[in-house]
């Protein structure tokens, strides 16, 4: 069973940047999907972003296409999500999730394992 551990968050100004980490242990995390969702107080979770086993396809809500990258290094057992230009509306606890369905459009009910998420303030 996989376990993951965020880092990266933090306060950011309107506009700035982030780059969220994705650690991973207890098992190798070329074997799964990984997604970033985020999770704003008083809303549902939302999906951000995914990424295949191989880093070879990738997929990316709508509100944040052309600004975040998703990425992975399968040989470091870790992924990361790289935020630019961000909104104070994104300002979230930012969740990492990993899931062996092979797609990368499967929805929040097909991750399997999460981690504890990481605060994103965005503000002035």
């Known amino acids: 069973q996989v376990q993951l551990v965020e880092s990266g968050g933090g306060l950011v100004q309107p506009g700035g940047t982030l780059r969220l980490s994705c650690a991973a242990s207890g098992g190798t995390l070329s074997s799964y999907v990984v997604g970033w969702f985020r999770q704003a107080p008083g809303k549902e979770r939302e999906f951000v972003a995914a990424?295949?086993?191989?880093?070879?396809?990738?997929y990316y809500a709508n509100s944040v296409k052309g600004r975040f990258t998703i990425s992975r290094d399968n040989a470091k057992n870790t992924g990361w999500l790289q935020m630019n230009s961000l909104k104070p509306e994104e300002a979230a606890v930012y969740y990492c999730?990993?899931?062996?369905?092979?797609?990368?459009?499967?929805?929040?009910?097909?991750?399997?394992?999460w981690g504890q998420g990481t605060q994103v303030t965005v503000s002035s």
């Open positions: 999730a990993a899931q062996d369905t092979g797609i990368v459009e499967a929805s929040i009910d097909e991750y399997d394992y």
């Open positions: 990424i295949s086993w191989s880093g070879s396809r990738t």
